[in-house]
């Protein structure tokens, strides 16, 4: 399977603790996001890599949010001191380039705070 | 700003059509985008269509785009159960150089046999 994968599928934490997700995108695909997702809404926007370099990041993304793409392959998204707030599925999409519309989803990890 | 609006529900029998519906607002968006989520699963990409485009078909979907209105259509012909799903309408950005995509609440689709 060559689709973009995430780790963990589920994660369960209790309020102030801090948690790491990983996103694998699709092999040569230079360009990463990460989405968050609350129940009965669409996924909206927190930041996006190109290659290693974050170029872009949404006001949705506070300070208590860090992503790193080290090497231009996988990605990390760490949340510190969680919050019940936190709680919704964070995806991860890859796409190839600018010129490819195509942005591919992972299957989310679905975080609860508790 | 950039804001997608879907309505929240539909029902269809099967074997019926379906047609989704979505209106946006970022009349610069080349790329409009029609997404698939099963419950707990991530976004499966339907199809897309270039905002020059006024019609794509694929298999059973044909997509309608009026440019004028903003209103983007998703046509499912001969809806089956495993059609039953929430269907996400997304644009692109083009602001920046992210080309992050917009969606909608989604409509859920249920398909009564």
């Known amino acids: 399977d060559t689709g973009v994968s995430q780790d963990p599928r589920h994660k369960i934490t209790k309020r102030g603790q801090n948690v790491t997700f990983r996103c694998d995108p699709i092999?040569?695909?230079?360009?990463l996001y990460w989405y968050r997702q609350t129940l009965g809404q669409g996924p909206e926007f927190l930041t996006y890599f190109q290659n290693e370099a974050q170029l872009e990041k949404s006001r949705l993304l506070s300070d208590r949010f860090s992503a790193e793409r080290p090497k231009g392959s996988f990605s990390t998204l760490e949340i510190q001191r969680t919050e019940q707030g936190d709680s919704a599925m964070y995806l991860c999409?890859?796409?190839?380039?600018?010129?490819?519309?195509?942005?591919?989803f992972g299957p989310g990890t679905r975080l609860t705070v508790t | 700003g950039e804001d997608v609006e879907q309505s929240l529900f539909l029902s269809v029998r099967e074997g019926d059509s379906s047609v989704i519906n979505c209106t946006y607002t970022?009349?610069?968006?080349?790329?409009l985008y029609w997404y698939k989520q099963e419950p707990g699963a991530g976004l499966q990409l339907l199809t897309y269509i270039f905002s020059n485009m006024d019609m794509k078909q694929d298999q059973r979907l044909t997509v309608l785009l009026n440019k004028k209105d903003k209103h983007l259509s998703l046509r499912i012909a001969d809806t089956q159960t495993g059609d039953s799903a929430i269907y996400f309408c997304a644009e692109r950005s083009e602001a920046g150089s992210a080309r992050q995509l917009t969606f909608g609440s989604g409509t859920q689709l249920t398909v009564l046999p």
């Open positions: 092999s040569e695909h230079n360009r």
């Open positions: 999409a890859s796409s190839q380039g600018v010129r490819t519309p195509e942005q591919y």
């Open positions: 970022d009349s610069s968006s080349t790329y």
